[in-house]
C-alpha cells in the first residue's frame, strides 16, 4: 500500500509540473509574437496633464479682383473765339514819289510782225480745191415738193445741213446741223438733196481729186 500511495503523489506532482510548464511556454510565446508584429503599447496620460487645443487657422478670403483703370477722358477744347475786325483803317504815311521826265523824243520799238504760215501746196504749185456744186443748188428743193398736209399744218423753218461728197462728186451722206423744227423738213431735206445735188470733187495739194463735205440751208416757206 504504502509503495502505490507514494506512486501517485509522484505522478501527480509530474502533472502539475508539466501544466506549469505549458502554461510559461505559452506566455514566452506570446511576449515574443507581441515584440515581432511592432505593436506598441500607448503610455497612459498623467494625471493632471493639461492638453491645450490648438485653434485651426480660418480659410482665407477671397480677394476682389482689382478695377480696371477707367479710360482717360478727352479733354474738350472750346473753339477759339472769333476775331473781331476792327473797322479802323491803319495810319498808313503816304509818301508821293517824283518820276523823272520822259524825254520828248523817246519812242516805242515796233512790235514784231509774225511771219506768214507755209501754204499746205508748198512746193507742189497747186491749191487745194473744195468741193463745189456742179447743178444750181436753188432747184435742190423746190416749192413743189411742198406738201399739202404740210402747209395745212403751217410747217416752216430753216434746215441747215452738211453733206460728206466723195472724191467721184457724189453725195456719201447728209446730216443736218440745224433743224427746222420739224422733223418732216428736216428729213425731206436730205433726202432731196442727196438725190439731187451734183459736186466738182474737192482736190488736195497734188491736184488729185479727193473727198470733201459742203455746207448750206434750205428755207422751208409755204407758197403764196
Known amino acids: 500500500m504504502a509503495y502505490t500511495d507514494s506512486r501517485s503523489r509522484n505522478d501527480r506532482i509530474k502533472s502539475v509540473a508539466g501544466v506549469v510548464a505549458v502554461h510559461g511556454a505559452l506566455g514566452y510565446a506570446l511576449l515574443v509574437g507581441l515584440q515581432a508584429t511592432g505593436v506598441i503599447e500607448q503610455t497612459p496620460r498623467l494625471t493632471g496633464e493639461t492638453v491645450t487645443s490648438v485653434p485651426i487657422p480660418p480659410e482665407p478670403e477671397p480677394v476682389p479682383p482689382s478695377p480696371e483703370p477707367a479710360a482717360a477722358s478727352t479733354p474738350t477744347t472750346a473753339p477759339p473765339p472769333p476775331i473781331a475786325l476792327s473797322d479802323a483803317r491803319p495810319d498808313i504815311e503816304v509818301v508821293d514819289i517824283e518820276l523823272p521826265p520822259i524825254a520828248s523824243d523817246t519812242r516805242l520799238a515796233p ?64 446730216t443736218i446741223t440745224g433743224s427746222s423744227g420739224h422733223a418732216e423738213l428736216d428729213r425731206a431735206t436730205c433726202d432731196l438733196v442727196t438725190r439731187r445735188a451734183r459736186f466738182d470733187a474737192a482736190r488736195n495739194a497734188q491736184g488729185t481729186a479727193a473727198a470733201g463735205s459742203y455746207a448750206n440751208a434750205v428755207a422751208w416757206q409755204i407758197p403764196d
Open 111 to 174: 512790235l514784231p510782225v509774225p511771219s506768214p504760215a507755209p501754204s499746205a501746196s508748198l512746193g507742189t504749185g497747186v491749191e487745194p480745191v473744195v468741193a463745189s456744186p456742179r447743178n444750181d443748188p436753188s432747184r435742190w428743193v423746190t416749192q413743189a415738193d411742198y406738201r399739202s398736209s404740210w402747209i395745212n399744218r403751217e410747217l416752216t423753218g430753216v434746215a441747215r445741213f452738211r453733206l460728206d461728197v466723195g472724191a467721184d462728186g457724189r453725195v456719201r451722206n447728209c
